[in-house]
């Protein structure tokens, strides 16, 4: 069964410092792999995704993430924090069995990220 | 960029009656939609999937007569809470798949049940 996990329900950094929020995956073959914004209130934001090709996919409002397939992750990053960064983001990962078309995401629990002025 | 949109944004209804939330693809045609639940605090909870012209299909545990879904076009999807009571409460999303496989999420819609 596919699964995400993602082990930190909450990350704090000072504006201006580089972030990562965790995230590691069980799939049965190739994964897709999306991270997702929240705002307070407000549906999911697509920030990037993870298909095929380049293991360093970079995506919306400077942040990039990083798949590794030996340790079965894809971090999400950014090389310098903004206080507007402050949200919920979420690792997600498709059944790849049933193609890019196809398939559920399954999501993770969410990562609270705080960023302090 | 794909846009979703829904509506209503908010809803207060009196428990024991149904209400209505749209989920629209404003700019690309959806061939799969979905419709997740969520808690304060918590993950999404995919409720049910649904395409165009076919019927949904129901996560376990997901009463489909109580949550009906159509999806009658390949821009519109509705979710129908039927009989709403006080624990349907919650914050309900929809997503909409377009033909590159990306995924785009609504604003969500905040239902009051009291």
């Known amino acids: 069964a596919q699964s995400v996990a993602q082990p930190e329900d909450q990350v704090n950094v000072a504006e201006g410092n580089p972030l990562t929020v965790k995230c590691t995956y069980s799939?049965?073959?190739?994964?897709?792999l999306f991270w997702y914004v929240q705002y307070p209130n407000r549906g999911l934001q697509f920030l990037l995704k993870?298909?095929?090709?380049?293991?360093l996919v970079k995506g919306s409002y400077g942040f990039e993430a990083e798949f590794n397939k030996s340790q079965t992750s894809f971090h999400l990053k950014k090389p310098s924090a903004l206080v507007s960064d402050s949200a919920l983001y979420f690792c997600?990962?498709?059944?790849?069995?049933?193609?890019?078309?196809?398939?559920?995401?399954?999501f993770g629990r969410g990562t609270q990220l705080t960023v302090w002025p | 960029g794909a846009v979703v949109s829904q509506h209503p944004s908010w809803v207060i209804c009196k428990s024991g009656t149904s209400v209505k939330i749209e989920c629209r693809s404003l700019?690309?045609?959806?061939?799969?939609m979905f419709w997740y639940r969520q808690f304060p605090k918590q993950s999404l909870m995919l409720m049910a999937t649904?395409?165009?012209?076919?019927?949904?299909?129901?996560e376990q545990g997901v009463e489909k007569d109580k949550f009906l879904i159509n999806h009658a076009s390949l821009t519109l999807s509705t979710l129908t809470v039927t009989s709403a009571h006080p624990e349907d409460s919650s914050f309900y999303i929809c997503?909409?798949?377009?033909?590159?496989?990306?995924?785009?999420f609504g604003p969500g819609t905040r239902l009051t049940v009291l």
């Open positions: 993870y298909i095929t090709g380049d293991n």
């Open positions: 700019d690309f045609q959806a061939t799969t």
């Open positions: 649904s395409n165009e012209g076919s019927k949904a299909t129901y």
């Open positions: 997503s909409a798949r377009d033909p590159g496989g990306g995924q785009f």
């Open positions: 799939v049965s073959g190739n994964p897709y």
């Open positions: 997600a990962v498709r059944d790849p069995d049933r193609g890019s078309t196809l398939g559920r995401l399954y």
